[in-house]
T-cell receptor, first 112, second 110 residues
Framework: DAGVIQSPRHEVTEMGQEVTLRCKPISGHDYLFWYRQTMMRGLELLIYFNNNVPIDDSGMPEDRFSAKMPNASFSTLKIQPSEPRDSAVYFC??????????FGEGSRLTVL | SQQGEEDPQALSIQEGENATMNCSYKTSINNLQWYRQNSGRGLVHLILIRSNEREKHSGRLRVTLDTSKKSSSLLITASRAADTASYFCATSQAGTALIFGKGTTLSVSS
């Protein structure tokens, strides 16, 4: 298997623009997670899905953030409108129930 | 919010030495996991220890868990330059996702 695939790897955008990050989990994994990593706050859980259903989105910072999982092989994290404080590395990870997480290589977002 | 907190924040050692990193957490857990992150890369799972286990080994890694003290340690023996990375502990409770600490940055010089 190719592992968890994230795109884009790098995104530079201007404040106010819409940003869409994409993730393809490992086939057969029931769980999909979105994390955000910054120097100040470390690795924060934003939201996770089980069988395409959002289970816990309490980590989503505010209404500007939304995440979807329309099918078992694809998820998106959208920020609209983006702000400079959203600059971070966004990781997608997938797993089997109670299993280890497999992370993608991350999407580094810079909002100017 | 962080559940696990690693200590120390940074550790510098010479090749061949052992490296010990500690993790403390606040509430009861189902399991505790350790992950490694090389600079600019995603996290990679190292080892999982369940709440009813006290010690686990994997190659040069040794993990201990003390649920009475709510703490865990990761020992890397005979370290190599390639072990240079950040190491994170992560905990989960029943039905919840993994929550990560801020990590220990290990630097191994040759």
């Amino acid at each position: 298997d190719a592992g968890v695939i994230q795109s884009p790897r790098h995104e530079v955008t201007e404040m106010g623009q819409e940003v869409t990050l994409r993730c393809k989990p490992i086939s057969g994994h029931d769980y999909l997670f979105w994390y955000r990593q910054t120097m100040m706050r470390g690795l924060e859980l934003l939201i996770y899905f089980n069988n395409n259903v959002p289970i816990d989105d309490s980590g989503m910072p505010e209404d500007r953030f939304s995440a979807k999982m329309p099918n078992a092989s694809f998820s998106t994290l959208k920020i609209q409108p983006s702000e400079p404080r959203d600059s971070a590395v966004y990781f997608c990870a997938s797993s089997r129930p109670a299993g280890e997480l497999f992370f993608g290589e991350g999407s580094r977002l810079t909002v100017l | 919010s962080q559940q696990g907190e690693e200590d120390p924040q940074a550790l510098s050692i010479q090749e061949g030495e052992n490296a010990t990193m500690n993790c403390s957490y606040k509430t009861s857990i189902n399991n505790l996991q350790w992950y490694r992150q090389n600079s600019g890369r995603g996290l990679v799972h190292l080892i999982l220890i369940r709440s009813n286990e006290r010690e686990k080994h994997s190659g040069r890694l040794r993990v201990t868990l003390d649920t009475s003290k709510k703490s865990s340690s990761l020992l890397i023996t005979a370290s190599r330059a390639a072990d240079t990375a950040s190491y994170f502990c992560a905990t989960s409770q029943a039905g919840t996702a993994l929550i990560f600490g801020k990590g220990t940055t290990l630097s191994v010089s040759s």
